[in-house]
């Protein structure tokens, strides 16, 4: 049996339960895109926006500081929802939302040399974003990441991020909710409320912290300097919390501190950074985000096993990131 859709779909693993995204006829060409599409001046390159932050001038066109626009090649995409099934296969088609974050008019700005304000209008956009999808009830989660740097295969290197609105919650996403329901129910706390109090306590694994914020060399890291970013006080949703300059700064600070202690690469070091906010209705969720290096190569062990080996404990990454400061 042959399954032959025109549309992108998820299918599920039954051996797993997890979905794999199938995206028929897709071409993933790495080639660099020139003229750059995210360059200010060259707005007819892109779809037509969703909104913006701007100085002047009207939709699609100059003027802007922050724009969002759908992805022109999307995994997900607006439409209906219909569910079905194929013998043993589950296939859920890929409705939901896939957009663009052109961060800056500038191309070769980037978290590192931005100013801290700057950051925080980014922020507030992606907040703007992730509530606005929330709305649409085909939509499960909200996924907000940021690839940067050759490492991070990144085919157009202006500054953007993504925002994902998905029609199921994934793996990781759900390894998360159940752990810290768990948690919950077994102690009436959050989970992640105890460990940054634990890491509090230690100071170890601390890198920067201030009142409402703190930024953590993770015990489970994955690969060396990951890093961990959490509000002190109990709050499930990114979108609805109070991030103010401090916080924006303390981003900032990140991906710097990383520069200077990841060498090696032109345009500094490659990462991923991902926002984790709860889907509606988790408010025994905790918003976080982490920040991967992209300076390790995956082993066939971990590969394989889904095991990661790291060869630095964090108690050292956070002790040569702190003097980064």
Same mark, same amino acid.
């Given at each position: 049996m042959r399954i032959l859709l025109e549309k992108p779909y998820l299918i599920r693993n039954p051996l797993t339960g997890k979905h794999v995204i199938q995206i028929p %006829? !897709?071409?993933?060409? !790495?080639? $660099? @895109?020139?003229?750059?599409?995210?360059?200010?001046?060259? !707005?007819?390159?892109?779809?037509?926006? @969703?909104?913006?932050?701007?100085n002047n001038g009207g939709s699609n066109q100059p003027g802007w500081r922050v724009r969002a626009v759908p992805d022109k090649k999307p995994i997900f995409r607006m439409g209906e929802q219909k569910r079905f099934s194929l013998g043993t296969y589950d296939i859920i088609p890929a409705t939901g939302a896939d957009e663009? &974050? &052109?961060e800056s008019p500038r191309h070769g700005d980037t978290w590192a040399n931005m100013p801290a304000e700057k950051i925080w209008e980014i922020l507030s956009v992606f907040g703007e974003r992730i509530s606005d999808?929330?709305?649409?009830? +085909? &939509?499960?989660?909200?996924? $907000? *990441?940021? +690839? *940067?740097?050759?490492?991070?295969r990144v085919k157009i290197t202006h500054p953007h991020s993504v925002v994902i609105g998905s029609p199921v919650i994934s793996p990781v996403m759900q390894e998360k909710l159940y752990h810290?329901?768990?948690?919950?129910?077994?102690?009436?706390?959050?989970?992640?409320c105890d460990i940054l109090g634990e890491e509090e306590r230690g100071g170890e694994r601390i890198i920067m912290e201030n009142q409402n914020y703190i930024l953590l060399a993770p015990p489970w890291s994955r690969v060396p300097y990951e890093m961990f970013i959490a509000p002190k006080n109990h709050e499930p949703f990114f979108e609805k919390s109070p991030f103010d300059l401090e916080f924006a700064a303390m981003l900032k600070n990140a991906i710097t501190m990383l520069n200077a202690v990841v060498t090696g690469e032109e345009d500094g070091v490659s990462y991923t950074m991902t926002i984790y906010t709860a889907p509606n209705l988790s408010e025994d969720f905790h918003w976080h985000i982490e920040i991967i290096p992209r300076i390790k190569k995956y082993s066939s062990f971990? &590969?394989?096993?889904?095991? %990661? $080996?790291?060869?630095?404990?964090?108690?050292?990454?956070?002790e040569v990131l702190r003097k980064k400061k």
């Amino acid at each position: 049996m042959r399954i032959l859709l025109e549309k992108p779909y998820l299918i599920r693993n039954p051996l797993t339960g997890k979905h794999v995204i199938q995206i028929p %006829h !897709e071409n993933d060409d !790495e080639c $660099v @895109i020139d003229p750059c599409p995210f360059c200010e001046g060259n !707005e007819k390159l892109t779809p037509l926006e @969703i909104t913006a932050r701007r100085n002047n001038g009207g939709s699609n066109q100059p003027g802007w500081r922050v724009r969002a626009v759908p992805d022109k090649k999307p995994i997900f995409r607006m439409g209906e929802q219909k569910r079905f099934s194929l013998g043993t296969y589950d296939i859920i088609p890929a409705t939901g939302a896939d957009e663009i &974050i &052109i961060e800056s008019p500038r191309h070769g700005d980037t978290w590192a040399n931005m100013p801290a304000e700057k950051i925080w209008e980014i922020l507030s956009v992606f907040g703007e974003r992730i509530s606005d999808l929330k709305k649409d009830g +085909n &939509i499960r989660q909200v996924l $907000v *990441y940021k +690839n *940067y740097g050759s490492g991070a295969r990144v085919k157009i290197t202006h500054p953007h991020s993504v925002v994902i609105g998905s029609p199921v919650i994934s793996p990781v996403m759900q390894e998360k909710l159940y752990h810290l329901k768990k948690h919950f129910n077994s102690k009436n706390r959050c989970l992640l409320c105890d460990i940054l109090g634990e890491e509090e306590r230690g100071g170890e694994r601390i890198i920067m912290e201030n009142q409402n914020y703190i930024l953590l060399a993770p015990p489970w890291s994955r690969v060396p300097y990951e890093m961990f970013i959490a509000p002190k006080n109990h709050e499930p949703f990114f979108e609805k919390s109070p991030f103010d300059l401090e916080f924006a700064a303390m981003l900032k600070n990140a991906i710097t501190m990383l520069n200077a202690v990841v060498t090696g690469e032109e345009d500094g070091v490659s990462y991923t950074m991902t926002i984790y906010t709860a889907p509606n209705l988790s408010e025994d969720f905790h918003w976080h985000i982490e920040i991967i290096p992209r300076i390790k190569k995956y082993s066939s062990f971990e &590969i394989a096993t889904a095991f %990661h $080996v790291n060869p630095l404990p964090s108690e050292e990454a956070a002790e040569v990131l702190r003097k980064k400061k």
